[in-house]
């Protein structure tokens, strides 16, 4: 039985007269295993449930490929062409996907925690109930993305743009967003304790009870914004106040 890799050695288990032994597996044997995987994916554009942990996969072609629950965690897709591609339920932690192209994406439910999508073009894509927890998505291109439900505690999203992008629900409880656009953004019962909204665009967003405690949203602009039931005790205003 194969079990898990840990500083380059894989552990496996033996069984033997019922008696369980533990034993070896150089990390040298596995990679010829991954290299397999990655000739894979790279050629027929299918790879479900799939190991391609820690995977060299740098500007690759995988646009409509089906990753569907692929472990693709630590792996390099920087600069990777994902359009269309489904990576439902795919681990994605500690992934880098910076200047990935992840238009129309569907990565509802994967794990993007701590993932670096730093300048990534997320449009239109679908990121309904990702956990993004402490994901880099600094200057990222979320236009139009469903991100309803996803969480995306202590997520940097700084200068990121997410016009028109649904985060309903979302929990972005100590998120940086500074100089975020979230012009017309729904944020609709979204949790946004804490989280640092400094000269954000929020013109048109629809913040309707969401939870706005001890956030701060100085410089930012709220024209048109609808903040109905939103709960600001102690926010920082735009114009510098404290909300009481």
Not at 137 to 164: E, F, M, P, V
Request: glycine letters at 10%; charged letters at 20%; aromatic letters at 4%.
């Amino acid at each position: 039985m194969l079990g898990l890799t840990t500083l380059g050695i894989v552990t496996s288990w033996a069984v033997i007269n019922s008696r369980v032994y533990q034993t070896e597996v150089p990390q040298t044997e596995i990679a010829p295993q991954l290299e397999m995987q990655v000739r894979q994916v790279k050629q027929f554009k299918k790879c479900l449930k799939c190991n391609l942990q820690g995977a060299d996969l740098r500007g690759a072609d995988l646009e409509d490929a089906d990753l569907r629950g692929a472990d693709l965690k630590d792996a390099d897709l920087r600069s990777a062409d994902l359009r269309s591609a489904n990576l439902r339920g795919a681990d994605l932690r500690s992934a880098k996907l910076s200047s990935a192209y992840l238009v129309s994406a569907d990565l509802r439910g994967a794990d993007l925690v701590s993932a670096d999508l730093s300048s990534a073009n997320l449009e239109n894509a679908d990121l309904g109930n990702a956990n993004l927890t402490g994901a880099n998505l600094t200057g990222a291109y979320l236009g139009n993305a469903n991100l309803t439900g996803a969480n995306l505690t202590g997520a940097y999203l700084g200068n990121a743009k997410l016009t028109g992008a649904s985060l309903t629900g979302a929990d972005l409880g100590n998120a940086n967003l500074m100089g975020a656009n979230l012009k017309s953004a729904s944020l609709e019962g979204a949790y946004l304790a804490n989280a640092n909204l400094m000269g954000a665009n929020l013109m048109g967003a629809n913040l309707k009870a969401a939870y706005l405690g001890d956030a701060s949203l100085k410089g930012a602009s709220l024209k048109g914004a609808y903040l109905t039931s939103a709960y600001l005790k102690g926010a920082i205003m735009p114009d510098g106040t404290k909300h009481p």
